[in-house]
């Protein structure tokens, strides 16, 4: 006879998660889905086992909104080995090319130009889109190169840190779906030199705070303490946690009544005063604003819902 299966409790929120270098993602999110022995989780874009920094780790219900998140913005510092090429654009590949570094400050300058605004950038077969049902890095992984479109990104901001013997950091905001690792790759080609990251870590994921991010070993010395205090850990652990809508910060906010919020909550759309012309909203109900959901507006200029917060009992 099959043992039931172990149910963790409903906690929702969203960890800012400082993550270490060589762990995958999903690594760190099954840590810390037990150390908060939580029911569900899931993170909000995946960084490659070379990369550290922030990983926001979505528990419970905020699960259902972390997809705002992974169309956010996002703030990188690399730095670039230059003179040699990999085949995955990281320290982590082989090294397939080494050529010599002959550009100027100028050459730089101008390449490091061409990469800033709109562009269309064409992802690292290392990457985890899909070609017909499959990632791209498992093709990779057979020596297998598919097909890949040129996608439409947006780099912000692309400050130069410093260039020194083989090296050069440098710190991108960027749009959504944007490889810093295909951008060092490029950028290396237009030197002439070729180039691969050796060190990438993301400082910011929307507006989220970076004092708020915590470390694996920071989680497991507060689950130590409420041991030794004799404690439920979840003492130490829930105040950590952002908003569960805090995925869903961006965009505008709209508080229904409770006489119109139940129905609201029943899939129903719902007149309110003062909603944006259109587009999703945040939806709160009530004098304290409780979270309830997203809602889209629609042409009558009611609030209709899209995605909806489970209520489960206190």
């Known amino acids: 006879m099959s043992r039931p299966r172990r149910r963790g409790r409903d906690i929702h929120g969203v960890l800012l998660l400082d993550k270490p270098q060589g762990a995958s993602s999903n690594d760190v999110l099954q840590k810390v889905k037990r150390l908060y022995n939580a029911n569900r989780a899931g993170h909000t874009g995946a960084l490659d086992p070379l990369a550290t920094g922030m990983l926001p780790i979505c528990l419970g219900e905020a699960t259902k909104f972390s997809q705002y998140l992974l169309d956010s913005d996002k703030r990188y510092r690399v730095i670039a ?157 829930d105040p950590l946690l952002m908003p569960m809508d805090s995925p869903a910060s961006d965009f505008p906010l709209v508080n229904l009544p409770l006489t119109s919020s139940v129905y609201f909550k029943n899939g129903n759309p719902v007149r309110t005063a003062g909603a944006p012309a259109g587009g999703l909203v945040r939806v709160t109900e009530g004098e304290e604003g409780k979270f309830i959901g997203m809602g889209e507006i629609d ?3 009611r609030v209709a819902p899209r995605r909806l917060v489970v209520e489960y009992p206190q």
Not at 119 to 146: C, D, F, H, N, W
Request: charge should be negative; proline fraction near 4%.
């Open 299 to 301: 042409d009558e200029g």
């Open 81 to 237: 080995k230059l003179g040699q090429r990999t085949d995955t654009s990281d320290a982590d590949g082989q090294v397939v090319e080494e050529r010599p570094l002959t550009f100027s400050d100028a050459d730089l300058a101008d390449a490091m130009e061409s990469f800033r605004g709109d562009t269309m950038q064409v992802p690292s077969m290392y990457s985890a889109l899909k070609y017909q049902g499959k990632k791209l890095y498992e093709y990779a992984r057979q020596g297998i190169e598919v097909p890949r479109e040129a996608r439409p990104i947006t780099v912000y901001e692309l400050l130069f840190i410093r260039h020194e013997g083989d090296e050069l950091e440098l710190e991108i905001h960027c749009s959504k779906g944007t490889y810093i690792r295909t951008i060092i790759d490029d950028l290396g080609e237009k030197l002439g030199c070729g180039a691969h990251v050796i060190m990438l870590r993301r400082l910011a994921v929307s507006r989220y705070p970076v004092e708020r991010m915590v470390t694996l070993e920071q989680l497991q010395a507060r689950v130590a303490e409420a041991e030794a205090r004799d404690i439920p850990a979840a003492q130490l652990l």
